[in-house]
């Protein structure tokens, strides 16, 4: 019964450590168990199967301190300081995650999903400069992929370029037309052109007499197709885009505008 209850005791010290000193029980390995038994990789390994352990504990704090010791095991990983920026995000500590993205931005100077993050904190900081400056550099990228259009059509968006939100997500969709949020947002995008007269107003022609309506409604129900647990909150917004009152192009916003000398 001891021989059982001794390892079982020791077993249960472990989970205790792995789950709220889990950074100390790693450094304690690197000295106890040789480099040939615990290579550095699987030590690796283990720290990002905590770091995943207590970010579905909602431990975030013991999540930043697992990523701080990935960052020291690999330095130029600009993944890590992600990785760190988004548990910091989630505890509020907003000037160190400023920090940390600009380390993660230093590594990987083309991933649009920091420069994205980076813009809008600035931006809830008040530190205009150097949110618009991320913005900046985001139009300056050349997406590769469904999703660095989509990033690019977030950056788009939260500055009200319209137009360019649009072409951004139809990029991404064109790549890609499995994602329902790109979908979600592409309508959101596209009934803003048909509700604000000045969304729209560097249109070239052949969008201006588009049949937008019937694609905003169709870029709803693919995202309600491809993602049903949003169904409710993205009928609710079809119900409020009747064909009644909604225009179906630009051009014919802007003809309802004008003739009642809203645009001047």
Not at 18 to 37: C, D, G, K, M
Not at 55 to 60: C, D, F, K, Q
Not at 210 to 220: A, K, V
Request: glycine content about 4%; some cysteine.
């Amino acid at each position: 019964m001891r021989l059982i209850t001794i390892p079982l005791i020791i077993l249960i010290i472990l989970l205790l450590f792995a789950v709220f000193t889990p950074v100390l029980l790693l450094q304690a390995t690197e000295s106890i168990i040789p480099a040939n038994i615990l290579p550095a990789d699987m030590r690796v390994k283990t720290a990002e199967v905590l770091a995943d352990v207590s970010s579905i504990l909602g431990r975030y704090d013991t999540c930043i301190d697992l990523y701080s010791y990935l960052i020291s095991q690999n330095p130029e990983s600009g993944y890590y300081y992600g990785k760190k920026a988004e548990y910091l995000q989630k505890t509020g500590k907003q000037e160190e995650l400023v920090r940390v993205l600009d380390s993660a931005i230093a590594r990987s100077p083309d991933n649009a999903d920091y420069l994205l993050r980076k813009a809008r904190i600035t931006r809830a900081l008040h530190k205009m400069s150097d949110s618009n400056a991320s913005y900046e550099r985001i139009d300056q990228l050349s997406p590769q992929n469904s999703v660095d259009f989509a990033y690019s059509g977030d950056a788009a968006l939260d500055r009200s370029m319209y137009l360019q939100a649009f072409d951004r997500y139809s990029e991404s969709l064109s790549v890609d037309p499995s994602d329902a949020l790109t979908w979600e947002k592409r309508g959101d995008v596209i009934f803003a052109l048909l509700t604000i007269p000045t969304a729209g107003l560097q249109a070239d022609e052949s969008l201006r007499s588009r049949d937008l309506y019937s694609e905003g409604i169709t870029s709803y129900e693919n995202a309600m197709r491809l993602n049903p647990s949003r169904y409710q909150e993205i009928k609710m917004k079809l119900d409020k885009r009747s064909d009644i009152y909604v225009p179906k192009s630009i051009a014919q916003l802007h003809s309802r505008y004008t003739q009642y000398r809203y645009l001047g």
